[in-house]
């Protein structure tokens, strides 16, 4: 690996009037991350049942949505989760560096790589364009600069509905192709997905805070719900409730788990799922189809109860389960 920081220097280089020593990677070195994380898991008090779930979506790669009123902790957590999934490997973090490089962010890595999972969180005013790649150069989009990294869509329902939509060809593919008249380019698009949203318009449906009632019209709420589509929260596998904690409640709660040991849970539940599926060519829980489902997440008879009830007590009905 030449490092360069202009064309000129490249040509320079090439052209055999310069030199410049390889970069060296020494892995250990530049990768200790968690040293580096300014963030940790710990920070966050009480939310136990939400940390789990986080912890599950990292282990087995699942999309996850979060819906709680404003002020619970969803952007604070959701910031975490790069904290407690696995390192980058080197071929990874090569991946990821590259698509950076192209849209011209190489610059704020700390020697020349990127050695951490990303984390982006575009804003929900975001175009079609700015989310997925393109531009008259295609440039890669939010979905590809967060490739094995975390891609958090903060307010879920008021992204345009359109930009939406076109996040499902890199949720189900893992890709994203951008046609042009001439040409079309495909980058990578591997990316975790959280998401977040209030429970209603006002954001305290349901918070049980006082002086905090919801004031939404029940129309409004279930408007304000559909504007995210059942496709796109069909390729969201957790969606989880996160509750208000109370401020004389912070105080008493204890921490919880740090990120790194959390981390070493993560990376020996994919150490498991990678002898799983080693022959079966998908890589984490979440790829599996019905009939890798039925063989490996056997139920048994209390969970079997468990879902019955659920299912007679919510409604829930879907053919074939
Ligand atoms: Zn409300």
């Known amino acids: 690996m030449i490092p360069v920081t202009s064309l000129g220097e490249a040509m320079r280089f090439l052209k055999g009037e310069s030199t410049i020593q390889p970069a060296k990677v020494d892995r250990e070195k530049i990768f200790s991350v968690l040293n580096e994380f300014p963030l940790d898991m710990h920070d ?41 999934l696995p390192e980058l490997t080197l071929d990874e973090a090569l991946e990821a560096t590259k698509i950076h490089s192209v849209a011209g962010f190489s610059k704020d890595f700390k020697n020349g790589i990127l050695t951490t999972r990303a984390f982006r969180a575009p804003h929900h005013t975001i175009s079609d364009v700015a989310l997925i790649g393109g531009g008259a150069f295609p440039k890669p989009g939010e979905v590809s600069l967060s490739h094995r990294g975390v891609l958090f ?10 930009v939406l939509e076109v996040l499902r060809q890199p949720l189900e593919d893992g890709i ?14 591997e990316f975790m997905l959280i998401a977040s949203m209030n429970p209603c318009p ?9 002086d905090h009632e919801c004031s939404c019209e029940p129309g409004s709420i279930s408007r304000y719900r559909s504007r995210v589509s059942g496709p796109l929260l069909d ?13 004389k409640d912070l105080s008493a709660l204890p921490t ?15 150490e498991i799922q990678h002898q799983r599926f080693e022959k079966l060519g998908i890589f984490n829980n ?5 009939k890798m489902l039925r063989k490996y997440c056997v139920l ?21 389960l």
């Open 235 to 247: 390729r969201i596998d957790i969606h989880v409730e996160v509750p208000t904690v109370q401020y």
């Open 153 to 162: 869509l903060d307010e879920l329902p008021e992204f345009k509905r359109g």
């Open 176 to 189: 994203v192709t951008i046609s042009r008249a001439t040409t079309s380019l495909t980058f990578p698009a």
């Open 256 to 270: 919880g788990d740090t990120s790194a040991t959390i981390r070493v849970r993560v990376n020996k539940a994919r």
């Open 202 to 210: 006002c954001g305290y449906y349901g918070a049980n805070i006082p």
């Open 300 to 320: 048994d008879d209390r969970s079997h109860a468990l879902l019955q009830n659920a299912i007679d007590k919510m409604g829930l009905f879907r053919p074939g």
């Open 44 to 84: 966050v008090k009480g939310q136990y049942q939400v940390k789990r779930a986080l912890e599950v979506s990292a282990a087995g790669g699942h999309n996850l949505l979060m819906i709680g009123p404003p002020g619970s902790g969803k952007t604070m957590l959701a910031r975490r989760v790069p904290t407690i």
């Open 286 to 290: 979440s790829q599996m189809n019905s």
